[in-house]
């Protein structure tokens, strides 16, 4: 390893000679025999586990013992492999240091490494790298990168979708190689860095906004393990340069705007253009946002249970919210419609058919169809699916529906206090009525059946 020279060569010579099988990687329980092989504390973090365990399947001690063998050479390759893969020598020398520190009969020679370490890596890569090397190295600072897989579980266990966790990894990823220790988490640092790295990375605003949310969770969650003070302000501050308003008045550099709701022909033309492209599930996805007003992923993922069998209305039971779970009203144009796809669902799922991602996510595929179709078709940029969850609200505002009685039927958190605490929602007759002053200048009259 380059920046630590010479002096490595009398490290290597400390480490302990790796373990060979002995009788100690066997263990007893209810007459069978388990392997086991702890892992060594340099690596517990890359592995996330303290120990390698599994059953030998027999009671008879030779074969276990045969069995066990075979266990703790692949687990070994393992660790072996681990310390290779470590990204940052630097630290993994430093890691590695901390832990023969422990041994009373070469922590002495240790300490003379470390200093002799710290002297080089600082000649040769500067004082923020020699005084975080130094830092781990004497255990007066712990490696965040050892908080990274417990963090993560800690999301999945708040009940996180993996998407939203998946989308934080990547820039805490990115933080830790390069902030390897909390006491390097500060104003200073973090704002130099995100304006350097910004540029080189191609974030835009909306980037760096993005990244530093993931940020802010992983530093709260370090304050909840007192790994950091409570009490210190929180570093991760967007710079000026990076922040965002959508407010018109705002003088800041980034301005955000909001999505465009279509026009009613609009959506009209986008369901024709859907049907000449023969592609009738996108068709019907346009109209059933047409005329409930629900988000694309409410129905991508509607199943036929959740809908009433004469089809007249139906109830979503996950959604982002807690106003989002609700009960839906079915417009009479698409009644027949719906009645239809209930008929020929073969998995169970209004829209039936549609692929998943990897997140199980059955909106994903449909939507990018959409997005390609209004592209071609010359629309905005800010006119996207959920564009049409907004013209149907603008449709109910100017139909004269009160904004109490339409966020029953969108979803939406209610404005105020006495209808938002403490009113049971608006009754399906009442929202049906509403929805009837929804009408779209379709040509077919009726809608056809999908």
């Known amino acids: 390893m380059k920046t630590c020279g010479d002096?490595?060569?009398?490290f290597v010579k400390l480490q302990m000679p790796r373990q060979s099988f002995t009788a100690a990687h066997l263990e007893l329980r209810h007459r069978t025999y388990f392997a086991i092989l702890y892992v060594?504390?340099?690596?517990r973090y890359l592995l996330n586990k303290t120990k390698f365990y599994k059953s030998t399947q027999t009671g008879d001690r030779r074969l276990a013992e045969q069995r066990a063998a075979a266990f703790v050479m692949i687990w070994q390759q393992e660790i072996d492999t681990a310390r290779h893969n470590a990204e940052d020598p630097v630290i993994r020398s430093a890691m590695d240091l901390n832990s023969q520190r422990h041994r009373k009969d070469v922590s002495s020679l240790v300490d003379e490494v470390i200093d002799d370490e710290t002297f080089k890596i600082r000649n040769a890569h500067g004082n923020f790298t020699a005084d975080v090397f130094n830092s781990i190295a004497t255990g007066d600072q712990p490696v965040l990168e050892t908080f990274f897989n417990p963090w993560k579980e800690h999301q999945i266990k708040r009940g996180l979708k993996p998407k939203t966790i998946d989308k934080m990894c990547e820039p805490v990823k990115l933080l830790i190689s390069s902030f390897p220790t909390p006491n390097t988490l500060t104003f200073e640092y973090i704002t130099g860095w995100i304006r350097y790295i910004a540029p080189q990375m191609g974030l835009t605003a909306q980037g760096v906004k993005r990244h530093f949310e993931a940020f802010r969770n992983f530093y709260a969650y370090l304050q909840s393990k007192d790994v950091v003070s409570r009490i210190t302000p929180n570093p991760f501050l967007v710079p000026d340069e990076f922040r965002i308003s959508n407010k018109p008045n705002s003088k800041s550099l980034n301005k955000s705007s909001s999505w465009i709701p279509f026009l009613p022909e609009?959506?009209?033309?986008?369901?024709?253009?859907?049907?000449t492209q023969e592609d009738e599930p996108l068709a019907t996805l346009i109209l059933l946002g047409a005329y409930?007003?629900?988000?694309?992923e409410e129905l991508c993922s509607l199943k036929s249970s959740q809908v009433s069998v004469s089809g007249t209305y139906f109830t979503i039971t996950d959604a982002k919210t807690k106003a989002g779970?609700?009960?839906?009203?079915?417009?009479p144009k698409i009644n027949e419609s719906i009645i239809k796809l209930l008929s020929e669902s073969t998995d169970d799922y209004l829209l039936s058919g549609l692929t998943e991602n990897k997140y199980g996510d059955r909106s994903n595929a449909i939507g990018k169809r959409f997005g390609r179709l209004k592209t071609k078709y010359g629309f905005h940029s800010k006119q996207v699916f959920h564009s049409i969850r907004k013209t149907f609200i603008t449709m109910m505002e100017n139909a004269g529906i009160s904004e109490n009685l339409t966020a029953d039927i969108v979803g939406h958190e209610k404005p105020r206090i006495t209808y938002g605490l403490y009113s049971g929602g608006a009754t399906l007759p009442v929202m049906r009525e509403a929805i009837l002053k929804i009408s779209y200048p379709f040509i077919e009259q009726p809608i056809p059946t999908v």
Do not use: C, E, F, M
């Not at 609009?266 to 049907?275: E, F, M, N, Q, T």
């Not at 409930?292 to 694309?296: C, F, N, S, V």
């Not at 779970?325 to 417009?331: A, E, F, G, K």
């Open 292 to 296: 409930t007003g629900a988000r694309i």
């Open 325 to 331: 779970n609700r009960v839906v009203p079915i417009h």
């Open 40 to 43: 060594p504390k340099d690596v």
């Open 7 to 10: 002096s490595l060569n009398l």
């Open 266 to 275: 609009d959506i009209v033309s986008l369901y024709a253009h859907a049907k």
